[in-house]
Each structure stands twice: as structure tokens, then as C-alpha cells.
């Protein structure tokens, strides 16, 4: 059996994993980075980049199909070819992950292992049959995997996650969509749009990332318009008919039916990988899913010499997040026992729709926790449809919601689902990084005609609500902590 000693010991060599070592590297030369399975980020193989090469083979197709209203008459049929798509899909995807690999062939030979792991005690960790690791300190970072009911296992390989997706050689005529969250919406509408009957089932009535109810009406209205979504699904009966999958449902008006589709694609939700790492072994919190659980700004364990990072942690599934949490993660195992708090930047998400969806800061269910005992928020609105920017290019179609404290005239958050929605988190989450108010966000620049005017619309709207409840300040004042 090889023995390893080790200062620091970076289980998982994805997003997290690798920004881990890059910063315990910067403060010890003793690191390990172990990983069990094949090189590449989540990201790169499965997650943001292929993805994103699927909806924009969506968009040139969609937008091709709807130029009428411009006035411009595309004569003949369009044509999709799915075994092209799927080439390009697959083979960006595989120069995107060649590019990580190739960053990770540049780390010393001596400082990476391969193996799966397992915690023997706090600081001997086990690999495979081959290896034992005695590591001082220990940053996981296993990263998540899908996850769905296991009764699901019986439809067999027409079982599929947003992982197998990506290597389709071709499209297929037809697909249910389980779970109208991030992967579900982006993966859906994009299939839709290439010519994929989609059919697209929630449960409880979310849709997207939502927690402001307006919001999420509007975004199931618009996606339902596109193409078959129901967010409150009720399913009867799904098996393997021949080489389709049986689904047996009740519609959205009360009537059984009964569809047939080439796949079943469970996008229910991401498990962080860390069952299997004997946790139980040693005697470390976890919280009700058995995920470890860890102070956000340092990232340290129930146990001060392991510290997580992530999607292991199951806090933000982010890239952007996994990247700062790694370095943070990895940062305080080098340092350790002198650790600090690390950098955390305000929240950001984007699903890449169309309409897109975003989310800035603290979300309307946090404000509302926050502050929504004295009523000492505002919230201001626009709509997307008369937004003079979005009709130019017919892209009219969304709604804005920010949050402002009362008393002080911060701003607190936004849900957003419109035009560019990406690009106006970017300015949103910038402005509360900086902890800005409603007044200093206005009088910021803006220009004519762009479609960042309907944020000053809702900016306006928002600072003429704070105002108006101005007189509420003493009795938020009364609140107690929070206001």
C-alpha cells in the first residue's frame, strides 16, 4: 500500500477542486489533488458551455423562423440538422474540456492522484485499494451529480439526465421534460425550438428559480405559450412501450392523455457527491441531506482542518461560486490554523432562455423574511412589453422586480425574466456590491434607446414607493434588528 503524506489534501478536480490547490499551492508546497473520475469540469463537460452551444443552435433556428414580423419573407423551408447540431455541440464541448485538461497536465505530475476516496479518520484518507493519503488538512470538493426517483430507473437508457444529452449523435422527435428549473427550462425550450416535441412537467407550481410569485406567473405563462408546460403536474403511469416511453397524465384541463415520447429527461435537482466519501467515519456535521455543513466566508467543516467547496457544500451550484469558494476553501487549509474570512461577492444567477431569467442579490423571499415583518421594503416594477428598446427588436416580453429598503433607500434585490436579462444582473450585482441606493443607481448613466432604460423605469418606480412610505421610517426604526 503507498503512503502519502501531505499537507493538504484537495479531493475533486473540477471548478472548486482546482481554484482549491491553485490557492493552497500559493501557501504550501505540500498539496494533493485527488480526483476519482475523468478530468474536466462539470461546466465544460455537462453543464454551462454545452449547453449554451444547444440554445444557441436554438436561437439561430427560432430566429430564422420569425422574421415575418420584420417585414423579411424567408422563402422555402428550414431546415434543421440534428446530426450537425449535435456535432457541434459535441465537438466545442470536447475543445472546451480539452482546454481544462490542458491546465490541469500543467500541474506537477507528483501532486495529482487519482483514486476514489474515503475518510478513514479526520486525516487519513483512503484511495481505491492502492493508496493511503495522511493529509493535514483536507479541502472536498466532489462536486454533484443528478439526481431522481428511483422507481425512474426502470425506463432503462430512455432514462436520460442533461448529462447524456450531449452526446446525442442526433435530435430525437420527442422528449418529457421532468423539472422546470435552470437545466429544464434551457434544455427544453432549446429542443423545442429544434424542431423536439417537448413536453414539460413540475411539481408544486415553481417554474424557474423564482421566489416572487409574479415573477414566476409570468415566466410560466410565457414558457407555456412556447410549447406544453405544466408546473403542477399530475402523472398516473410512465413505462417502456416498445421503444418509447408510455407517459399517462391529466392536462391542464382536467382530461387524461396519454403520450409517447423517444426519452424521459429527469432535470429534478443535483445531489452533492459526498455519500460515498464515509463520512460517517468521522465525526463532522451535516445537514439534512448529509452534506457537511460549513461557514460560507471561510468554508470551514464542524471540523477546523476540513473545509468544503463547491456544489459538495450545496450551497450555490454556480461556477462563479464553486471558483470563490475554492480559493477560499483552499486558501484557509494552507494557512490553517490562521484562517480568515474570504471574499464573497453579491449573488448573481442567469438561465439562458428566451426571455431570459436572472437573479440579483437577495431574492423576494429573503427580503421578505428579512424585512417583510414590518413591511420595510418596496418593490419596483416594469414591464418588458412596452419597453421602447425590447419592441424595437420584438423582444418585448418580461418583468422586473427590485427590492429597496425603507429608511435607507438600499438596494436589496431583483427577479428578473426579459431581454438580456444577463446583462442587467451584471449592472444590478454591481450596484449591490457596492452597496448602492435607490437615488445613487439613478443618478448613474443611462442611454437611449437600450433596454438597461427599463431598469431606471423600475428604479423610478421603486424611489417614488420609498418616498411615498418615507413616513414608515420611525416605525421600522421600532422593528428591532433586520429593519
Known amino acids: 500500500m503507498k503512503q502519502v503524506n501531505v499537507q493538504v489534501a484537495v479531493i475533486g478536480a ?12 500559493q501557501k504550501t508546497d505540500s498539496v ?32 430564422a423562423a420569425h422574421t415575418e ?18 456535432q457541434r455541440v459535441r465537438d466545442e464541448r470536447d475543445r472546451f474540456v480539452r482546454l481544462v485538461v490542458g491546465a490541469i497536465d500543467e500541474i506537477d505530475p507528483h501532486d495529482k492522484l487519482i483514486g476514489h476516496v474515503k475518510f478513514v479518520t479526520e486525516t487519513q484518507l483512503q484511495l481505491d485499494e492502492h493508496t493511503t493519503v495522511n493529509a493535514q488538512r483536507v479541502v472536498i470538493a466532489t462536486g454533484s451529480r443528478p439526481t431522481y426517483p428511483s422507481a425512474w430507473s426502470d425506463l432503462g437508457d430512455k432514462l436520460i439526465v442533461n448529462d447524456d444529452v450531449f452526446d446525442w449523435q442526433d435530435l430525437p422527435s420527442s422528449v418529457a421534460v421532468f423539472g422546470p428549473g435552470v437545466i429544464g427550462l434551457e434544455l427544453g425550450q432549446a429542443l423545442h425550438r429544434l424542431g423536439v416535441e417537448v413536453l414539460m412537467f413540475g411539481m408544486g407550481g415553481k417554474v424557474g428559480p423564482f421566489t416572487d410569485s409574479d415573477i414566476m406567473a ?37 382530461k387524461e392523455k396519454i403520450k409517447h415520447v423517444d426519452y424521459v429527461l429527469a ?11 464515509g463520512l460517517d467515519k468521522i465525526a463532522i456535521d451535516v445537514d439534512d441531506r448529509g452534506v457537511p455543513v460549513a461557514d460560507p466566508h471561510t468554508m470551514q467543516t464542524s471540523i477546523p482542518s476540513i473545509f468544503i467547496a463547491g456544489d459538495a457544500s450545496n450551497q450555490v451550484p454556480l461556477l462563479h461560486e464553486a471558483a470563490d469558494q475554492g480559493k477560499i476553501a483552499g486558501s484557509n487549509a494552507g494557512i490553517y490554523p490562521n484562517i480568515v474570512a474570504g471574499l464573497r461577492r ?36 416594469v414591464s418588458f412589453e412596452n419597453q421602447g428598446r425590447s419592441r424595437v427588436i420584438l423582444k418585448n416580453k418580461g418583468l422586473l422586480h427590485l427590492y429597496g429598503e425603507q429608511g435607507t433607500g438600499r438596494f436589496l434585490g431583483a427577479e428578473i425574466i426579459g431581454p438580456e436579462a444577463e446583462h442587467l444582473a451584471h449592472l444590478l450585482a454591481w450596484a449591490h456590491q457596492n452597496q448602492m441606493t435607490i437615488s445613487q443607481m439613478l443618478a448613474m448613466p443611462f442611454y437611449h434607446p437600450v433596454i438597461e ?31
Open 453 to 483: 432604460e427599463g431598469v431606471r423605469t423600475a428604479l423610478r418606480d421603486l424611489n417614488a414607493k420609498l418616498k411615498l412610505g418615507s413616513a414608515m421610517i420611525s416605525e421600522c426604526m421600532e422593528c428591532g434588528p433586520g429593519c
Open 218 to 254: 409570468y415566466a410560466e405563462k410565457t414558457f407555456s405559450d412556447e410549447f406544453y408546460l405544466d408546473a403542477d403536474a399530475k402523472i398516473s403511469n410512465m413505462q417502456l412501450n416498445g421503444e418509447l416511453v408510455e407517459i399517462t397524465y391529466i392536462d391542464k384541463q382536467g
Open 32 to 63: 494533493v489533488l485527488i480526483e476519482g473520475d475523468a478530468y474536466g469540469t462539470t461546466c465544460a463537460r455537462v453543464g454551462c458551455m454545452p449547453s449554451k452551444l444547444l440554445i444557441a443552435a436554438a436561437e439561430v433556428a427560432h430566429n
Open 14 to 25: 473540477g471548478s472548486a477542486g482546482l481554484s482549491a490547490y491553485r490557492a493552497a499551492k
Open 346 to 381: 453579491s449573488s448573481i444567477a442567469a438561465v439562458f432562455t428566451d426571455p431570459q431569467l436572472a437573479m440579483v442579490g437577495l431574492s423576494y423571499q429573503q427580503v421578505t423574511e428579512k424585512l417583510g415583518g414590518c413591511g420595510c421594503f418596496e418593490t419596483g416594477s
Open 69 to 86: 414580423p420584420f417585414g423579411i419573407v424567408i422563402d422555402g423551408q428550414i431546415n434543421i440538422d440534428g446530426k450537425k447540431v449535435m
Open 267 to 277: 432535470a429534478t435537482g443535483r445531489r452533492p457527491n459526498v455519500d460515498n466519501l
